[in-house]
């Protein structure tokens, strides 16, 4: 019966540890650091923009040419507590976030950044741009935290891996035949010298 819960035990903690690395690898390959950056190469001329994100696994360019930047705006999201803001790049044909997939500003932020594009853009004789949006570092270290617990959880099922090897190939281990000898000797401590009385 003992095997039977090793083998148990051992499943449990393979697959505990193999669910919770993925959940921690998805946190931190999704977690992306984001940049903008915008310029004119002459006055009063239209804007060109970049928007990169960078993210363990690959990175990625998302180029709006001139003549196709109308602006930005914030965008709301409600979730069951409160809301979470965006900021989007407005195009012709599409919406572009400047922040990664777990970011999201304060709405104070999110309207400072809205503001400072939005002048960058009606202002021509401002030529670059450039912002920086780093990733949400609570989701980082909650992958950083899931995967470390998925390491433990790996030396555990070891240890029963050990113990299931033990068992099975009746491997007695010493600290049970010490602790037997001791009470022994604790049973009998006189054993030896009542037989040489007699």
């Not at 095997?3 to 999704?30: H, M, P, Q, R």
């Not at 690959?58 to 979730?79: C, F, N, S, W």
């Not at 007695?172 to 000797?185: D, F, L, M, N, T």
Request: hydrophobic share 45%; aromatic share 12%; proline share 3%.
């Amino acid at each position: 019966m003992s095997k039977k819960n090793d083998l148990f035990e051992l499943l449990s903690y393979i697959f505990a540890a193999i669910l919770i690395f993925v959940s921690g690898l998805s946190l931190l390959f999704t977690s992306e650091l984001t940049t903008l950056k915008c310029k004119r190469l002459q006055l009063n001329q239209k804007v060109t923009c970049e928007v990169t994100y960078f993210s363990l696994l690959r990175k990625r360019t998302i180029v709006i040419p001139t003549r196709v930047l109308q602006g930005a705006e914030t965008r709301r999201k409600r979730t069951r507590s409160s809301y979470k803001y965006k900021v989007v790049l407005l195009t012709e044909i599409d919406e572009i976030s400047i922040y990664g997939l777990h970011s999201y500003p304060s709405k104070i932020v999110a309207s400072i950044k809205v503001k400072q594009i939005n002048n960058f853009i009606n202002n021509p004789e401002k030529m670059s741009l450039e912002m920086l949006q780093h990733p949400n570092w609570f989701i980082v270290f909650l992958g950083i935290i899931l995967i470390f617990i998925s390491v433990l959880l790996l030396l555990l099922a070891l240890l029963v891996f050990f113990n299931f090897i033990a068992r099975k190939f009746g491997i007695k281990r010493k600290r049970k035949s010490s602790i037997k000898r001791i009470r022994r000797e604790i049973s009998y401590p006189y054993h030896q010298d009542d037989k040489s009385d007699f």
